[in-house]
């Protein structure tokens, strides 16, 4: 176990902890597994932007699925080749298009017929060709959490197959535009490989299509969605993943994409929180802590489970059902519901564990509350990575006029 007591003392609690060489692991696990094709591994930036965490992905080679341009700018300012960039998202607006053209990342991931007009319209403007491609919904249902969902037909996400036919035909003869990539992202924490094996068959399929039109699609990007162990969800097996998309391509010859987030972060990050106190009224028992939904929303929004460790607690002491909840003025405010814990006291350690995917990035400064430290360990040894936010940096942006 990492020393998170010394941790804790060091840099004070809410802190994020992330082990770096965790993401080294999970990164390499995975690009092992493509490793009979050609392919990039494109992190969302989304699960973990912190700029270390691009930095060190960046070094082994990483490119970056981005979904607003603020996030593409994170990539480069962290060291990333230009030609690994995507840009995915339902909304951009024109700046961000703009931006995306001249910056000239790898391809801009479009979602819908209007937004192809508008990209080849901002491209003429610049007099520039940009390469793009396409965000098909092959209609599947990843059989996960519905707000996790964005593969089927009542997500807002990608197009549907016809569509997607019809922009490639006008993309392929617009002088601005150059179709280079099909793409899918059927939704995120994915733990059956069947969902997976479907998309790449229809899409795959789509792509011969395609190529047979003389559209030179050279990009085949599965998306993202593998899922992790919160509890005791079962994992795909990397290897049949990869196996599965190689085999639903045949011998069409396109460099795969994949766009792991959750996977590559999402087991290598704690939480670390102190107990303030205990409460109990007739009918359940509060665990209160100094970390609430502000820092971590996944329990309030989906209501994610996430493992955690009482530290110090005498092993054999009885453990009773109770909620571990934040000082946030909402009853949605939980890191655990109905969970079995011994009595705590104050200063008590609790690690929320596998807090490194959509924690720190989906934080927020909800009742005032300044956002957590964030620390990278690196063959062990720690690195501050981000501060803690001071009450200064939450008002700096507002003005007083009266
Ligand atoms: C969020 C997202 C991902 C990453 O999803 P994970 O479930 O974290 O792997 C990949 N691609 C796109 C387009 C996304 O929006």
Do not use: W
Not at 7 to 15: A, E, I
Not at 294 to 322: I, Q, T, W
Request: hydrophobic share 40%.
């Amino acid at each position: 176990m990492l020393n998170f007591q010394e941790l804790s003392q060091k840099y004070d609690t809410p802190l994020y902890v992330y082990n770096f060489d965790e993401i080294d692991k999970n990164y390499n696990s995975l690009k092992q597994a493509f490793r009979a094709r050609k392919s990039i591994l494109c992190y969302a930036v989304k699960a973990n932007s912190n700029l270390s965490v691009l930095k060190y992905l960046a070094k082994l080679g990483s490119g970056f699925d981005c979904v607003s341009i603020g996030e593409v700018k994170r990539a480069l300012t962290a060291g990333a080749q230009k030609y690994k960039i995507i840009f995915s998202g339902v909304g951009k607006k024109d700046n961000e298009i703009k931006e995306a053209i001249e910056k000239d990342i790898l391809m801009l991931n479009l979602e819908s017929e209007e937004e192809m007009y508008r990209v080849e319209m901002i491209a003429k403007e610049l007099k520039l060709q940009t390469r793009i491609s396409i965000r098909v919904n092959p209609n599947i249902d990843p059989k996960t959490h519905p707000y996790i969902s964005t593969g089927l037909s009542e997500n807002k996400f990608g197009v549907d197959i016809k569509s997607a036919k019809k922009m490639y035909l006008y993309a392929n003869n617009s002088k601005y535009l150059n179709p280079v990539g099909i793409h899918f992202h059927i939704g995120s924490q994915i733990t059956q490989t069947l969902p997976f094996k479907e998309a790449s068959i229809v899409i795959a399929d789509l792509l011969k299509g395609l190529k047979a039109a003389n559209i030179d699609i050279k990009f085949f990007d599965v998306g993202g969605g593998i899922g992790i162990t919160y509890k005791d969800e079962k994992t795909i097996s990397l290897y049949e993943y990869a196996q599965n998309i190689f085999e639903a391509l045949g011998n069409q010859d396109v460099t795969v994409v994949c766009e792991p987030g959750r996977f590559l972060v999402g087991n290598c990050g704690y939480l670390l929180t102190k107990v303030l106190y205990e409460k109990k009224n007739e009918k359940k028992r509060f665990v209160i802590v100094d970390a609430a939904m502000n820092d971590l929303l996944r329990p309030s929004l989906y209501g994610a489970y996430h493992d955690f460790e009482l530290l110090g607690a005498n092993e054999s002491a009885e453990k009773s059902l109770a909620d571990i909840v934040g000082p946030i003025c909402e009853s949605g405010d939980f890191l655990a519901k109905d969970i079995y814990i011994q009595e705590t006291k104050h200063d008590d350690l609790i690690i929320i564990k596998s807090a490194g995917a959509y924690g720190f990035t989906m934080s927020s400064n909800y009742n005032t509350r300044t956002r957590a430290v964030e620390v990278a360990l690196i063959n062990k040894e720690d690195r501050l990575i981000r501060k803690r936010e001071t009450l200064e940096d939450l008002l700096a942006l507002e003005i007083d006029f009266i």
